[in-house]
């Protein structure tokens, strides 16, 4: 088994070489399905810019994801298929002029759609759409006043309260309510024939008591807010024009998010600015450099992955073996010290006592720091802090700005310190405590672990330690499990946290981790790997996907190394199905290991079959050697 586990290794490592670029970092996709590619042919019409090249690419993109019952999917084991995404589809494709409603196909997406209850059935973002481009109209789906966003921090709901994800696609929404915006497209389709009967409140979720008292305490606050009606008003208007004006990234896009970017265009059209303004025209050219190629088709990307992508593969090689002064690595490790932040964000509301040194998802990402891409750059660049003083300082910034964003509650959240109010619930927004919220959360909390407790320096880090190992105990499934919000999802939750409770000390023989070892040992596969259901996140419970992946068997296999002193059964199989697997082509290669919105936005990462694997497989060669 050992050459075999070095052969896979220099593999690996031999294909990551190959891939990185002149500038030190790594571009493999990330993928979100069409959500992005159908929105951009709709963005582009909208603003009447011509570009047949690539709304043919895009078109041609999503009707190749077309399931044979007219239907599109999420993710493989969906069942039947997804409406909110095939509305999504059926629209840009018609809008792209290349495909017609008396398709063959086209009519096989329309009748799933009216079948599975019409426009009705559409997640909240994809009903804003509709809304914002004339398909549906405006009803009170947003009882909020926009003078709400006068609100202090010091009031009970304030929108500070909501996460950074969530503000940054929000307030652009409430210009957009607040003047019932609406652009009709030129010789755009008429989808009226997809409302239910019954279509003149699309919006139930906004009836619950909860809804209703939420909507008064906004209300009476905004009531008591000083100053006349008028003024208040445009005080409101002009806040939310200077934040997203304020944010605004070096490539045209809010905070290089492709949703905040497409909803922020279309609060400043709601504003009065021409179709032509510089400032659109910009953040255009920025979505469009989202683009990247998968299978040679075409695809726009929620965000460009580079740090991300860079910071784990730098670490994954060096756990390889490579040294610091390896050229390889020491380019990746000027690239990411180069993109650490040095700017104050909306962070800084939640955490003023900190200081930048975070780092971001992507390249273009300069103040919008999140604790894993933070934590994983630190992994990275810490072999070097010994012989390299610039990067020593550098990693002492972002330990800094690690510690200073744990939660109260001694978790670790995703991006901003104690934003976790429970009364964002409430808003009618499908899984409003995945995207409005940023709780702490088992995943992160055990990366930030694994990190403090094998790369810093113990007793400085003792305190953030202690608190957050005691909330992962807390944090436990009863039959031993974690939950990951940010990957898919039990597999994920319980490699992160065994990997940080080890990594901290923690005993293997201690009872929560034979629990989790046992749980994960019970649903390994035949074949020797694991595989998790997307819908495992929609349903909070553990399903099985009823195959094996790469990643989700690394993941697998790196916990239960972590706390064996020596190997075992399930551990030499999983390393015999990452061997055998690594280089096969089937559906699971594209399955997602990643989740944005619970039901309705999934992350592939393409770089993730080699990363894990081979992290993986060079902790059971480190740990156990059997040469």
């Given at each position: 088994m050992n050459q075999y586990v070095k052969n896979e290794i220099d593999r690996l490592i031999i294909r990551l070489q190959t891939d990185q670029q002149e500038d030190g970092s790594w571009h493999y996709p990330f993928e979100i399905g069409i959500t992005?590619?159908?929105?951009?042919?709709?963005?582009?019409?909208?603003?009447?810019?011509?570009?047949?090249?690539?709304?043919?690419?895009?078109?041609?993109?999503?009707?190749?994801?077309?399931?044979?019952?007219?239907?599109?999917?999420?993710?493989?084991?969906?069942?039947?298929?997804?409406?909110?995404?095939?509305?999504?589809?059926?629209?840009?494709?018609?809008?792209?002029?290349?495909?017609?409603?008396?398709?063959?196909?086209?009519e096989k997406a329309r009748q799933f759609i009216v079948t599975n209850g019409g426009l009705s059935k559409a997640s909240s973002i994809t009903?804003?759409?509709?809304?914002?481009?004339?398909?549906?109209?405006?009803?009170?789906?947003?009882?909020?006043?926009?003078?709400?966003?006068?609100?202090?921090?010091?009031?009970?709901?304030?929108?500070?309260?909501?996460?950074?994800?969530a503000r940054s696609n929000f307030l652009p929404l409430l210009l957009c309510s607040?003047?019932?915006?609406?652009?009709?497209?030129?010789?755009?389709?008429?989808?009226?024939?997809?409302?239910?009967?019954?279509?003149?409140?699309?919006?139930?979720?906004?009836?619950?008591?909860?809804?209703?008292?939420l909507v008064q305490t906004i209300y009476y606050g905004v009531k008591n807010l000083i100053g006349l009606p008028s003024l208040l008003h445009k005080m409101a208007v002009e806040g939310i024009k200077k934040y997203m004006l304020e944010r605004i990234?070096?490539?045209?896009?809010?905070?290089?998010?492709?949703?905040?970017?497409?909803?922020?265009?279309?609060?400043?059209?709601?504003?009065?600015?021409?179709?032509?303004?510089?400032?659109?025209l910009k953040a255009v050219e920025g979505l469009r450099a989202m683009a990247t190629s998968i299978d040679g088709q075409l695809h726009i990307q929620f965000t460009r992955p580079e740090i991300w992508n860079t910071a784990l593969i730098n670490y994954a090689l060096q756990e390889a073996g490579l040294e610091?002064?390896?050229?390889?690595?020491?380019?990746?490790?000027?690239?990411?010290?180069?993109?650490?932040?040095?700017?104050?964000?909306?962070?800084?509301?939640?955490?003023?006592?900190?200081?930048?040194?975070?780092?971001?998802?992507?390249?273009?990402?300069?103040?919008?720091?999140?604790?894993?891409d933070t934590t994983a750059a630190l992994r990275a660049i810490y072999p070097a802090t010994s012989t390299q003083p610039y990067i020593k300082t550098a990693y002492n910034r972002g330990l800094a700005y690690v510690l200073s964003t744990q939660n109260d509650d001694g978790g670790f959240p995703a991006f901003e310190k104690n934003v976790d109010k429970k009364w964002l619930q409430f808003l009618p927004i499908e899984q409003?405590?995945?995207?409005?919220?940023?709780?702490?959360?088992?995943?992160?909390?055990?990366r930030t672990l694994e990190f403090l407790g094998n790369f810093t320096n113990g007793k400085q880090t003792a305190s953030?330690?202690?608190?957050?190992v005691k909330w992962l105990f807390h944090a436990q499934e009863k039959n031993g499990s974690w939950y990951g919000r940010w990957g898919i999802c039990y597999i994920y939750g319980t490699w992160a946290a065994l990997t940080g409770l080890r990594a901290t000390s923690i005993v293997s023989n201690h009872p929560a981790i034979q629990k989790a070892a046992k749980w994960l040992m019970s649903i390994q596969n035949e074949?020797?790997?694991?595989?998790?259901?997307?819908?495992?996140?929609?349903?909070k419970k553990y399903m099985p996907l009823g195959a094996s992946t790469l990643t989700q068997t690394a993941w697998a296999v790196d916990a239960l190394v972590s706390i064996s002193p020596t190997s075992t059964p399930a551990i030499e199989k999983g390393i015999a199905y990452l061997i055998g697997e690594g280089q096969s082509q089937n559906w699971t290669n594209d399955y997602p290991a990643g989740q944005g919105l619970p039901g309705y936005v999934y992350m592939h990462y393409h770089s993730y079959r080699f990363i894990f694997p081979l992290l993986a497989l060079s902790h059971y060669q480190n740990k156990y050697d059997h040469s």
């Open positions: 992005p590619d159908a929105f951009m042919i709709i963005l582009l019409k909208a603003l009447d810019i011509r570009d047949d090249e690539l709304i043919q690419a895009l078109a041609a993109r999503i009707i190749s994801r077309q399931e044979k019952n007219g239907a599109w999917k999420l993710y493989h084991d969906e069942q039947d298929g997804n409406v909110s995404l095939t509305i999504e589809a059926y629209y840009a494709l018609l809008l792209s002029g290349l495909h017609h409603e008396n398709d063959e196909h086209m009903k804003i759409m509709l809304i914002l481009t004339g398909q549906l109209k405006w009803p009170l789906i947003f009882p909020i006043p926009v003078e709400a966003v006068l609100l202090p921090p010091t009031f009970p709901i304030s929108m500070y309260d909501l996460s950074v994800y607040d003047h019932k915006f609406q652009i009709n497209i030129a010789s755009g389709p008429n989808l009226k024939a997809l409302l239910p009967s019954r279509s003149d409140d699309l919006w139930e979720e906004f009836r619950c008591e909860e809804g209703r008292s990234e070096q490539d045209g896009t809010l905070y290089n998010f492709f949703s905040a970017t497409f909803f922020m265009i279309f609060a400043l059209l709601s504003q009065g600015y021409s179709k032509k303004d510089p400032i659109i610091p002064d390896n050229p390889i690595v020491h380019k990746a490790n000027h690239y990411l010290t180069t993109r650490q932040q040095v700017k104050y964000g909306d962070w800084r509301l939640h955490n003023p006592h900190a200081l930048p040194g975070g780092w971001g998802f992507s390249d273009g990402n300069t103040m919008n720091p999140d604790i894993d409003a405590e995945f995207f409005l919220t940023d709780p702490s959360t088992p995943d992160l909390t055990g953030a330690i202690r608190k957050a074949d020797g790997g694991w595989g998790e259901s997307c819908t495992s996140d929609i349903g």
